[in-house]
């Protein structure tokens, strides 16, 4: 079984930065993709950026570009979400999730239902 933990949240004004983690159980952490993924109170989950098992390829959600930015740890077991001049419209509980194919790379990492391991979320609010 694996458990995703995310940690980092918190309330920030407009224009400041978080950073999020996601701490994995596992031995074989380093052989998945991970996502991110956020939703809003009313709204439908969201992607938000995901990264390949080896760190090598990132993807991110347009709404996110220039801002945010994913990395990973494999050593770790740790993926990050690095997010910058955030928006009060980034205010959603974020979620890492695990991609659910080995060595998964491509397209197919922005759709939710590809991920079969999920956190329990982190809050991030952002005041105007």
């Known amino acids: 079984q694996v458990q995703l933990v995310e940690s980092g949240g918190g309330l920030v004004q407009a224009g400041g930065s978080l950073r999020l983690s996601c701490a994995a159980s596992?031995?074989?952490?380093?052989?998945?993709?991970m996502g991110w993924f956020r939703q809003a109170p009313g709204k439908e989950r969201e992607f938000v950026g995901a990264?390949?098992?080896?760190?090598?390829?990132?993807y991110l959600a347009d709404s996110v570009k220039g801002r945010f930015t994913i990395s990973r740890d494999n050593a770790k077991n740790t993926v990050y979400l690095q997010m910058n001049s955030l928006k009060p419209e980034d205010t959603a509980v974020y979620y890492c999730?695990?991609?659910?194919?080995?060595?998964?790379?491509?397209?197919?990492?922005?759709?939710?239902?590809?991920?079969?391991?999920w956190g329990q979320g982190t809050q991030v609010t952002v005041s105007s």
């Open positions: 999730a695990r991609n659910g194919r080995t060595y998964g790379s491509g397209s197919y990492l922005y759709r939710a239902q590809e991920y079969d391991y």
């Open positions: 596992g031995r074989t952490f380093s052989n998945y993709a």
């Open positions: 990264i390949t098992w080896s760190g090598g390829r990132t």
